[in-house]
């Protein structure tokens, strides 16, 4: 079983809207949180990192929010473009190693 | 400041035959990379290097995989022979730090990826 699960798996949304996108993690001890975009046919590129004491976390649209309690996250994007079609991954990193534990990542579509 | 670019972007090759996959880092990255995305599935850990050495290779899948970064600047990947469930996208990425010390907040900077078809 997989240490990171997201949902949805993929959604399709109008432009202008918002969505809200779940990551569920088991990775222990825990060390940070990073939510991840890949366009299709790039690599990653990081949008935002939380480490255990971080609740929330804004990079323009991109609201992140940790409840490392209960080791779940959520990315928001508000008032969603074209330009957000994309893949969405969680990836988690536990504390003392540099193995990063990856979601299969929420496929999202915006149509205009 | 260029990011990290991998070579090939594509690559189709026949079971049994060979492949070397390249990844060129960001200058001064000390920390290099390789990741595996299988299709349907989530991108996985293969190995690192700082600099030119291995600090944890126990992702690799078996020992058709070698990985090498002599001098520690680019690093190759190769698979051989290729077998048909090695065919997927391999990434390759960069960082200043490892982020060993825990809690520090290191950046890893992803290439495009090479697409590895097996046939």
């Known amino acids: 079983k997989n240490q990171v699960e997201q949902s949805p798996q993929s959604l399709i949304i109008l432009e202008g809207k918002n969505c809200t996108l779940q990551c569920n993690y088991t990775v222990s001890p825990f060390s940070n949180l990073r939510w991840y975009k890949q366009d299709t046919g790039r690599g990653p590129v990081s949008l935002t990192i939380?480490?255990?004491?971080?609740n929330t976390k804004s990079n323009g649209r991109y609201t992140a929010t940790l409840d490392a309690d209960t080791k779940q996250s959520s990315l928001h994007i508000t008032a969603s473009q074209l330009s957000d079609s994309a893949s969405y991954i969680c990836v988690v990193r536990g504390y003392g190693n540099n193995r990063l534990a990856f979601g299969k990542g929420n496929q999202v579509v915006v149509i205009p | 400041e260029a990011g990290v670019t991998q070579f090939p972007s594509h690559s189709v090759i026949e079971k049994g035959q060979t492949v070397t996959l390249r990844c060129d880092p960001i200058?001064?990255?000390?920390?290099l990379y390789w990741y595996r995305r299988v299709m349907g599935k989530e991108i996985k850990f293969l190995l690192h290097?700082?600099?030119?050495?291995?600090?944890?290779e126990s992702g690799m899948p078996n020992n058709r995989f070698l990985a090498e970064r002599t001098g520690g600047t680019y690093s190759t990947l190769k698979v051989q022979p290729a077998e048909l469930e090695d065919s997927g996208v391999y990434f390759c990425a960069s960082s200043q730090d490892s982020g060993l010390a825990g809690g520090v907040q290191e950046t890893q900077y992803f290439g495009p990826g090479t697409r590895l078809l097996v046939l």
């Open positions: 939380m480490t255990f004491s971080e």
């Open positions: 290097f700082v600099k030119e050495s291995k600090q944890d």
């Open positions: 200058s001064g990255h000390d920390n």
